[in-house]
């Protein structure tokens, strides 16, 4: 955005634009709809982070498994699995932003019905 100001007065122009005023990022919440899911993708799990900061980038991670981001700002992932991938598995999520770093996990099982 380009602005130029043609003024000479000495008065404090008022900003309108949004803050963008940062915090230390904090996990509010980091939560799935399932805890087990069959392997395969036809039942996957939603995965949903809510955090607070400001400017906020979301990482995810998984040893075994398939994330795919649904949303925009990347808080919410699909979590699927294929038979190699059962048990247990730890999906990871890193929020940051410019004062720092914070992250947490969830647990989905992955199962062969």
Known sequence: MLVTDFGTSCTKKESTSP??????????????????IKFGGEEPAIITCEASGGNCQYTWEVDLGDIFVLNEDGSQVRFTGSE??????????TVKNDKGEVTETVTVNIYIP
């Open 84 to 93: 190699c991938c059962i048990g247990d598995k730890i999906i990871k999520c």
């Open 19 to 36: 803050s963008t005023e940062t915090t230390t990022p904090e996990i509010i919440s980091l939560t799935s709809d399932k805890s087990t």
